[in-house]
C-alpha cells in the first residue's frame, strides 16, 4: 500500500487531533508538523513519533517529499499558508472555515484554477452519521419540501473563554449549520438576521443567533450559546430540527449516548467526532480525512463538500455578523 506523506500545519487542540487521527491511518505517514512554537513542536514530535518538525510553513512546503497537507491555523490565518500550499503543488486539506471573509475564500479559488492537486474544507458535520442519514432521507423526499430549520451548537463558557480571542460563535460554530442547511435545501441564503450578546467582555460576544431566509423560501435559525454555565456536563449541545412539508427530522446532541454518573456527578462524553478508543480515535473527524486521503489515492476531486459550497458558508456567516453588528436586515451576495 503506498503511503501518503503528509504535513500539519497549525498545533493547537484541533491540530494535535489532526496529527493523532492521521498517524493512526494505514495509508498516511505524518511526515512534518509545523508551528512558531518550539517547545510545541517537540512535544508533538516526541509524542506521535514525527520525524521533521518546522517554524516555517514555506520551509515545510518546500519539502519535495511532502504529498499532502492539513492546514489547522486560526481561520484569520488560513489565506497565506492555503495560497503558499497550492503553489508548492500540495494536496491540501484546510479546516472549516475557509476564511473569516469572502474575499478570501474567492483568492483561494482563483488560485485553485491552478493545479490538480486535491482540496477540501474540514466541514466535519458533512461525516457525522446522523446528518449524512437525515440528508439522505431529505433527498428520497421522506419529509418533501424544507420549510424550517432550527440547529443548536452551545458550548460551557470555560471553554470557549480562549477561542473567543479569536473567533465569535457565529462564525466558529454557526458555520457548521449553515453549511448544513445550505447542503439540505440546496438553496442559497437570500437575507440574514442576527443578534449577539457580550457576557464577558472579551474579544468577541459570548452568544449569536441568527435567522437566514433561502431563495426557496425556508427560514432557518442558529443558536450559538459558548456562554454555558459552570457545571454543564457536556462539553456540547448540538441538535438539529428540520421541518418539511410532510414531515420532520430531529438530530440529538452527540453527547446523548453515554451518561456516565461518579462522586464528581454526571458526565455525557462526545462519542461522535473525535472519540478515543481501544484503536486510538475515532469518527467523524477520522473519517472526513480519511475520506479526503482515499481521493488522493484514486486521483479524484473530493466530491462531498466543494470549494464553492465551503465559500457560501462563509459569506451567509459574514452577513450574519454584519447584521448583528448593524441591527438590520443583511442581503447575501453571491458570484
Known amino acids: 500500500m503506498r503511503r501518503i506523506k503528509c504535513g500539519v500545519i497549525g498545533l493547537g487542540f484541533f491540530g494535535e487531533k489532526h496529527v493523532e487521527v492521521l498517524s493512526s491511518l494505514p495509508h498516511v505517514e505524518v511526515a512534518a508538523v509545523c508551528t512558531r512554537r518550539e517547545q510545541r513542536l517537540q512535544e508533538m514530535s516526541q509524542k506521535y513519533g514525527v520525524p521533521t518538525v518546522y517554524t516555517d ?22 489565506l497565506l499558508p492555503t495560497l503558499a500550499a497550492i503553489k508548492a503543488g500540495k494536496h491540501i486539506f484546510l479546516e472549516k472555515p475557509m476564511a473569516l471573509a469572502t474575499a478570501e475564500c474567492d483568492r483561494i479559488i482563483e488560485a485553485l484554477k491552478t493545479t490538480e492537486k486535491s482540496f477540501m474544507v474540514g466541514h466535519i458535520c458533512r461525516f457525522d452519521p446522523a446528518y449524512a442519514v437525515a440528508r439522505r432521507s431529505i433527498g428520497e423526499g421522506r419529509i418533501g419540501k424544507i420549510l424550517s430549520i432550527y440547529a443548536r451548537r452551545n458550548i460551557p463558557a470555560a471553554v470557549s473563554a480562549g477561542v473567543l480571542a479569536d473567533i465569535s460563535p457565529i462564525t466558529g460554530d454557526g458555520v457548521h449549520d449553515i453549511d448544513i442547511m445550505l447542503w439540505y435545501t440546496g438553496s442559497r441564503v437570500k437575507a440574514v438576521s442576527a443578534a449577539t450578546v457580550d457576557v464577558r467582555g472579551l474579544a468577541n460576544p459570548d452568544i449569536g443567533w441568527a435567522m437566514y431566509r433561502f431563495e426557496n423560501g425556508a427560514i432557518g435559525v442558529t443558536e450559538n450559546n459558548w456562554c454555558l454555565p459552570k457545571g454543564t456536563p457536556f462539553e456540547l449541545d448540538a441538535r438539529m430540527e428540520i421541518i418539511g412539508e410532510k414531515g420532520a427530522i430531529y438530530i440529538n446532541s452527540p453527547g446523548q449516548a453515554l451518561s456516565i454518573n461518579t462522586e464528581e456527578g454526571w458526565t455525557y462524553p462526545e462519542t461522535v467526532y473525535w472519540p478515543r478508543t481501544q484503536v486510538g480515535r475515532a469518527g467523524a473527524l477520522k473519517e472526513e480525512l480519511s475520506y479526503f486521503l482515499d481521493c488522493i489515492l484514486r486521483g479524484e476531486k473530493p466530491a462531498i463538500i466543494t470549494p464553492e459550497e ?8 459574514e452577513a450574519a455578523e454584519k447584521a448583528a453588528r448593524s441591527g438590520e436586515v443583511v442581503n447575501v451576495r453571491e458570484s
Do not use: K
Open 310 to 317: 465551503s465559500r457560501a458558508a462563509v459569506a451567509a456567516v
Open 57 to 78: 510553513y514555506n520551509d515545510l512546503l518546500a519539502d519535495n517529499e511532502i504529498e499532502a497537507v492539513s492546514i489547522v491555523t486560526h481561520a484569520r490565518d488560513h
